[in-house]
């Protein structure tokens, strides 16, 4: 969808693909209920470090826009039911919004876990 040989984006670093990949990865796990963050979010940062002439933060920001466009579109298309929204555990859209940054992300150990009901 987003790196296919038809595409000119394609071309790109390496590790801006795999920061697009991961994040997209991370979203659509999230709207499922799986928290990949322990894994993704060093993965990502290490891929966004490799850049050239980038900051891992300034990759990020500038694959946002396609990041979110491709997960919005592989959720919209799937039937199965979502836990959220497929926002990232710990994003806080408001404090983004007013230009605090995102709240602290929450370890897995730091989850509060609900047991399934059987």
Do not use: C
């Not at 891992?56 to 979502?82: C, F, M």
């Amino acid at each position: 969808m987003l790196h296919g040989p038809d595409n000119a984006d394609a071309a790109m670093h390496r590790g801006i693909a795999e920061v697009e990949a991961e994040s997209v990865a991370l979203m659509v796990g999230a709207a499922h209920g799986l928290a990949t963050d322990d894994y993704t979010i060093p993965y990502v940062a290490s891929w966004a470090s490799s850049v050239p002439g980038k900051t891992p933060v300034e990759v990020v920001q500038s694959t946002a826009e396609r990041v979110r466009g491709a997960a919005v579109t592989i959720l919209d298309n799937l039937d199965t039911p979502k836990i959220g929204d497929g926002n990232p555990p710990g994003l806080d859209r408001g404090a983004l919004a007013m230009g605090r940054g995102a709240a602290p992300v929450q370890t897995v150990a730091q989850r509060q876990v609900e047991p399934i009901g059987l």
